[in-house]
């Protein structure tokens, strides 16, 4: 300011000094001469001045140009001098301007980023950074704000020395030379009057300073102590005392609390070192005073709503219970929410306490001011540049001329975030709401952001049913603007080939009628030999005999499937489907045990042996139900979806089943284990309940029965894994063979011929027979580490049980191909087999038998998780490890309906000696058969799973 004054005193002595010759000359302003600016052009000075060449001299306006420079903030010293000529007036603007940082250095900054301390500056609107102009206050400023941001930290006695340095001709260089200090934690919190809440409880309710521990854990909640920050000391006293009021206290008071610092001694129990630093222990008087039943709550200054018991069902607590402060609050919020569904933008309630000492209650008064309501008037909208306007005000529950909701505004925004057009819309910080009170109406401004309507997607993985595969898709989202979605995809993998093509139309004729189709070719391999430890403990390592009793199969599949669901009601969350699927698949049998498998069980309408392996047509109609309030189908934060579905097959086709299947997720912000809508973490549960059943004498086909495991539903599981393994009658044959290795020849004359002799032996398969009633849960816990990477914990649980044994029943022309030969070789007369026994007599029990201790076996898998949601691909990263405390791992005996009572596998006991001729080639052929067929069968699924995968999980 002196420096200031000086300039305009000197400013008016030249302009006084020269009255004296105004007579002398012209007083025209000739030139205007701007003298000592290095970094700001001239023409930007000349552009505040208010002289301008041509006017006529006025000391007014020179001193008016003057103010309008320094005003600018630009220059640390400013003179205008005259100078009169022959033709006119010069004027010489002599400036000198603040120097321009050059360079900004935190020295000894360790607590936290230069980053953090920017973007701090910025919100404090502390502008200092390189390139702008030095200005000493606003360096005092930043000087504040590391203050602040350090004590937040801890470092309660850091201090800071600023150091300016010039750099030639024009700038400087600011380092702030920061010493931190020791780093100051929380030592005890302590209370005092505390009557009547424990010390422990009223510690829980300090957010902010608590120590970090175990929650509820008694001896492990204090495990290490929080940084000290003095400016949320006054927050958790404030949550203190509304942990007493919650208790019916409803005048409570909680005094400035006491802090006293000192020195922490003694040894750290996790290094054994000396323990350094300072700890401020916390001292917290309390008054609690009398605690208090709710008398009544009574309302006043109502005229529009006059339901009072309606506003009285908004406060969840009831007369007669101890006061419960926050449950008032959120009968006031309730009511707010209440009243601004009719329009009451403005509503305001104030509550006003009469006390009963003698009764100890208090009753609430609630003073409500209502306002004026308010109609929408126009509905805007500002970003959507492809998508067209009547796209989004489809969607709205509002519409213009009607009573302002401002929860069918936030459903609006909800059902708009579920499309997956814009970036995650919010009320707060998306919408504008301007109100005209005198014609009491509001304009409603909905900015959006719209995303790629094009969008390439990425699968992959690692699994046992599709092997190591990778897949890509392309989705052209909200088509042409109007919210049509054209898609294709494609997977390739070593044992899985899909492509789909798919189109659906969400409105017809502007009603919210979706339509859709897609057209769909499939195939897929399953090689049980090849599925990690499936059975036998060596999958991959089985002999040729126990191939041949294991699945191995692939099913090609090509189809089509058209969909339309509408909305219940209009705008509604809940919407009913209907989905009619046409497919027909063939499939190819590898192993003996999967011919006969598929060949003999009853699937299919009439149709028995190798027929039924092709030209399988299943013509179904599925009715389902929908209510779904998740806010955002990749990353959810909120909301629930409930899903019922009724699928019926046999309209045409030669497959006969029915399948109802139930679901239910839901998403809840999360703050540490409690549930706050401004928490940072997510908790997701999903269950899943299904059943199959075939009807008019036929079985559900073995492909739609129900097989768990995989990245979708129990993460340590192969694909197809977890599931119930069946006995498979069969029939196989091997070669009677002497000790020394040579087989038996039919023609002993010619036994160069090669030509031995087979013996058929009963034996049975083994097949993942899969569950007629399926359980699924899932419940993850995840917490967002930065931008689209997320951690996650989660527990997965599934059961699948062949509870309908009447489900696995096979043919009777089936059984009859398996009991209708003659199977042994008790004699052989010129290589033919003689006196063989009928199958009926081996022992071949009707139907297939699930396994002793495969059925109804619970799998769990608990684990950590690691996602990358990728901003091209559209799809996370998943990295994820999970340990199966629930699993199966048997070596079971023969069923004992299968069983002769000894401890043997089922083949076994079927294959004895009587089926081989006597003498050393029948000994020893029938020994090789046990050993081959007769094994005992190990299942044993894997104990822990790492397993890098690209897809989504529920």
């Known amino acids: 300011m002196a420096g200031r004054a000086a300039c305009a005193l000197l400013l008016l002595v030249v302009v006084f000094s020269s009255a004296a010759v105004l007579a002398q000359g012209s007083q025209t302003i000739e030139q205007i001469r701007v003298i000592g600016n290095r970094r700001i052009p001239k023409e930007t000075v000349l552009a505040r001045l208010f002289t301008h060449v041509g006017d006529q001299y006025d000391p007014v306006s020179v001193e008016r140009d003057f103010n309008s420079l320094w005003n600018t903030g630009y220059f640390e010293n400013l003179r205008i001098e005259r100078e009169d000529t022959e033709k006119g007036v010069i004027l010489n603007v ?93 030592g005890q919190i302590r209370f005092t009057g505390n009557e009547h809440i424990s010390s422990l409880v009223l510690r829980r309710s300090m957010k902010n300073l608590k120590p970090v521990g175990i929650p509820y854990s008694l001896f492990l909640e204090n495990l290490f102590p929080k940084t000290f920050d003095s400016s949320k000391l006054e927050e958790d006293s404030e949550r203190v005392r509304q942990a007493y009021r919650d208790k019916g206290y409803a005048n409570a008071a909680v005094e400035e609390p006491k802090t006293q610092i000192r020195d922490v001694g003694g040894l750290n129990w996790f290094t054994f070192r000396p323990r350094k630093g300072k700890r401020i222990d916390i001292l917290m008087p309390i008054e609690e005073g009398a605690r208090y039943h709710l008398g009544s709550i009574t309302f006043t200054g109502y005229k529009a709503f006059n339901n009072t018991r309606a506003m009285r069902a908004q406060f969840p607590i009831k007369d007669g219970e101890y006061f419960n402060a926050t449950d008032m609050s959120k009968g006031l919020e309730n009511l707010k929410k209440a009243y601004g569904q009719l329009g009451y933008i403005n509503f305001g309630a104030i509550p006003r306490p009469e006390y009963d000492e003698q009764k100890k209650t208090v009753s609430w008064v609630i003073d409500i001011d209502e306002g004026k309501q308010f109609y929408v008037s126009r509905i805007e909208f500002q970003g959507n540049t492809i998508t067209r306007d009547r796209v989004i005000r489809r969607e709205l ?140 403990g060596t999958a991959v390592n089985l002999s040729q005999a126990q191939q041949s009793l294991v699945q191995n199969y692939n099913q090609s599949s090509t189809g089509l499937n058209f969909s339309v669901n509408y909305p219940l009601k209009k705008h509604s969350f809940q919407r009913l489907g209907f989905t009619y699927s046409l497919t027909k698949s063939d499939i190819q049998a590898f192993s003996t045990a999967s011919q006969t498998f598929f060949q003999t069980i009853s699937f299919r309408s009439g149709i028995q042996g190798s027929n039924a392996l092709n030209g399988i047509v299943n013509s179904s109609a599925s009715f389902s139900y929908m209510y779904n309030t998740v806010n955002n189908p990749l990353r959810p934060r909120s ?94 044959t091997v070669r009677l063979t002497n000790p020394d290795g040579s087989c038996v020849p039919r023609d002993p004359n010619n036994p160069q011929l090669n030509q031995c002799i087979d013996v058929p032996i009963p034996v049975y398969g083994i097949a993942s027979v899969g569950g007629d ?63 063989g026994i009928p199958g009926s007599q081996v022992g071949f029990q009707k139907d297939i038998h699930p396994v002793a201790g495969t059925n109804f076996v619970p799998r769990m898998s608990l684990g950590a998780e690691l996602s990358v949601i990728m901003p091209i691909i559209n ?39 009587d089926l081989f001729p006597p003498g050393g080639a029948g000994d020893y052929t029938w020994q090789q058969a046990i050993q081959g067929y007769g094994a005992q069968n190990v299942f044993r699924e894997p104990r822990k799973t790492f397993r890098l995968t690209v897809s989504t999980t529920f």
């Not at 470092?155 to 001709?169: C, D, G, L, S, W």
């Not at 009633?773 to 993850?780: C, D, H, S, Y």
């Not at 998943?878 to 089922?906: D, H, I, T, V, W």
Request: proline share 5%; with cysteine.
């Open 397 to 536: 529950l509002l519409d213009e001329g009607q009573v302002y909701n401002s929860q069918a505004w936030e459903y609006s925004l909800l059902r708009l975030n579920q499309l997956e057009y814009f970036e995650p819309l919010k009320v707060e910080t998306d919408s504008e709401a301007h109100q005209d009170p005198d014609a009491g109406t509001v304009d409603l401004l909905l900015k959006v952001k719209e995303k790629g309507k094009n969008s390439i997607g990425l699968n992959g993985g690692v699994s046992g049913l599709s092997g190591a595969f990778l897949g890509v898709n392309y989705q052209t989202n909200n088509f042409l603007g109007l919210g049509e979605t054209l898609s294709l995809q494609g997977n390739l993998g070593n044992v899985s080939r899909n492509f789909t093509f798919g189109f659906s139309q969400p409105y017809i004729h502007n009603r919210p009628l979706n339509l859709g189709f897609q057209l769909f070719n499939q195939k897929q391999d399953y090689n049980a030999a090849k599925n990690y430890q499936a059975t036998s």
């Open 94 to 186: 002599y400036v000198k301007e603040k120097p321009t940082i050059r360079e900004v250095n935190y020295k000894g900054l360790n607590s936290f980023s230069q980053s953090d301390a920017l973007d701090r500056f910025k919100k404090e609107k502390v502008s200092i950074s390189v390139e702008s102009q030095y200005d000493p206050t606003k360096v005092k400023r930043a000087e504040a704000v590391l203050r602040a941001m350090l004590a937040e930290h801890g470092h309660q006695f850091a201090t800071i020395k600023t150091e300016v340095k010039n750099i030639p001709p024009a700038s400087v260089q600011v380092n702030f030379n920061i010493k931190e200090g020791p780093t100051v934690k929380v």
């Open 639 to 732: 909301g629930r979806e409930i899903t019922g579905v009724f699928q019926f097959a046999g309209i045409g086709g030669n497959l006969r089943y029915i399948s109802p299947l139930v679901a239910y997720k839901s998403f809840t912000s999360m703050h540490y284990l409690t549930p706050s809508q401004t928490g940072r973490n997510v908790f997701g549960f999903r269950a899943q309940l299904g059943y199959i059943q075939g009807f008019g004498g036929d079985v559900a086909p073995p492909n739609n029965r129900f097989y768990s495991g995989g990245e979708a539903e129990l993460r340590g599981f192969d694909v197809r894994g977890a599931t119930p393994y069946g006995y498979v009658p069969n029939r196989a």
């Open 773 to 835: 009633t399926n359980l699924i849960t899932n419940a993850e816990y995840r917490i967002p580490i930065a931008g689209p990477v997320t951690f996650s914990f989660f527990d997965d649980f599934g059961i699948d049980a062949a509870l309908n044994k009447g489900q696995l029943k096979q043919s009777p022309e089936g059984f009859a191909s398996l009991t209708a030969p003659l199977y042994g070789c008790p004699v052989y007369n010129n290589g033919s087999c003689q006196g």
């Open 875 to 913: 799809a996370p990263f998943r990295l994820y490890f999970a340990y199966n405390p629930l699993r199966l791992y048997e070596r079971p005996y023969c069923n004992q309906g299968l069983s002769n009572g000894k401890n043997q596998s089922c083949s076994a006991q079927l294959i004895t000696r």
